[in-house]
């Protein structure tokens, strides 16, 4: 009796701990099935899992963490102007993409330059180009961008485009590493910009994303570019990320919040609003001056002007350095060849931005004359 009364007084705070832990577990499957099911509602072969754990880096369910056996080509799509400013960039990122398509680790399908200018241009013959109309006139109110998702919608309703996935990108990217198919299933791939906060802008987002669509952390802290994401799922939020986009536009407010990086906002809206989550990859691209180092990353960004000193390579933003690359000071025309290095002290990222630009401009045919 006494040897059972002993046990007993032990089991009880075990039982009580087992029973907690049962109830802790009961209750995470049934919140992470909730959420499973309200956040992949594009790929119903995704509805079977109950685990949802994320990377805290790129929120990668678990159970689509592993490569995929079978490689899925994407296809690489920019929209474009016919201004020589877009003209020069789109050369450049062509010649790199068709340097890198090939090489081992490489998911990279078809190009397609979607110009919205309505009509063709020089670079027809250079760059495979899907012409497409602009917005009407006066409705970009000379936010030049508002056209990039009527023009995505266009397209993606004309062209015949063979592989399942697109990859979004823009003229100013760069290609450093052979790209993969970084998308899993119903989940496709972002870059999370700092500069995107949906949740410190909600009262702004409440306008667009209603709180019966449940709350503003459903919209991820992301632009459309760079993206990679199924076909199927684009048609389906290329027009409402148009819509969102314009009314965005024409909201006093939210147009000078916004700024330049409306169409962004507007993208992460329309996507959220279709129930679409995505994989936030850091390592997607990297951005000069404020990313150092290339490292493993898969494009550089250079929408930020590097201007540094030229005794010591010391970062002078928001004065113009002795040395400075921007892409800003070729608006009527390209950069030329072969441009200064960066002086000793420099970060590699910015290096190697100017290494590329070099070697593109030294390979393209014609280079001056377009």
């Known amino acids: 009796m006494i040897g059972r009364k002993n046990i007993g007084g032990r089991a009880t705070p075990v039982f009580l701990v087992l029973l907690m832990l049962g109830f802790f577990f009961a209750t995470y499957n049934l919140i992470t099935l909730v959420l499973h099911n309200r956040s992949s509602g594009y790929d119903n072969s995704d509805r079977g899992s109950l685990s949802m754990l994320h990377d805290p880096i790129t929120r990668m369910p678990e159970r689509v963490k592993k490569q995929e056996t079978v490689r899925l080509p994407f296809h ?42 309505g009509v063709p241009d020089k670079l027809m013959d250079e760059i495979p180009t899907y012409v497409v109309d602009p917005l009407p006139a006066g409705l970009d109110r000379g936010y030049v961008v508002l056209n990039r998702p009527w023009a995505f919608v266009q397209w993606l309703e004309k062209a015949t485009i063979e592989e399942e996935y697109i990859l979004m990108a823009e003229p100013d990217h760069v290609f450093v590493r052979p790209l993969p198919n970084l998308a899993r299933g119903g989940y496709p791939a972002a870059f999370p910009f700092f500069y995107i906060k949906p949740a410190e802008n909600e009262k702004l987002i409440r306008k667009f994303y209603p709180e019966e669509m449940g709350p503003v952390t459903n919209v991820d802290p992301i632009g459309n570019s760079p993206v990679i994401i199924k076909k199927s799922m684009l048609k389906k939020i290329a027009p409402t990320w148009m819509n969102v986009s314009i009314s965005m536009k024409n909201d006093p407010e939210t147009d000078k919040t916004f700024g330049w990086v409306l169409e962004m906002y507007g993208y992460a809206v329309a996507s959220a609003l279709h129930g679409v989550q995505h994989i936030l990859r850091k390592d997607f691209m990297i951005q000069p001056p404020w990313d150092l180092e290339v490292g493993k990353n898969f494009i550089i960004h250079y929408t930020y002007g590097c201007d540094y000193s030229l005794k010591v390579g010391k970062l002078t933003y928001g004065k113009i350095g002795e040395w400075r690359f921007d892409k800003r000071s070729y608006l009527r025309g390209p950069p030329p060849r072969n441009l200064s290095l960066p002086p000793p002290g420099v970060p590699e990222s910015v290096v190697m931005l100017v290494t590329k630009v070099n070697e593109a401009t030294a390979n393209i045919p014609g280079w001056d004359t377009v």
Do not use: E
Request: glycine residues 10%.
């Open 76 to 117: 690489v799509a920019l929209t474009a102007t016919d201004g020589p400013y877009n003209q020069w960039q789109c050369r450049i990122m062509y010649y790199w993409y068709k340097k890198v398509k090939d090489m081992p680790g490489s998911d990279m399908g078809g190009f397609t330059r979607v110009l919205h200018s």
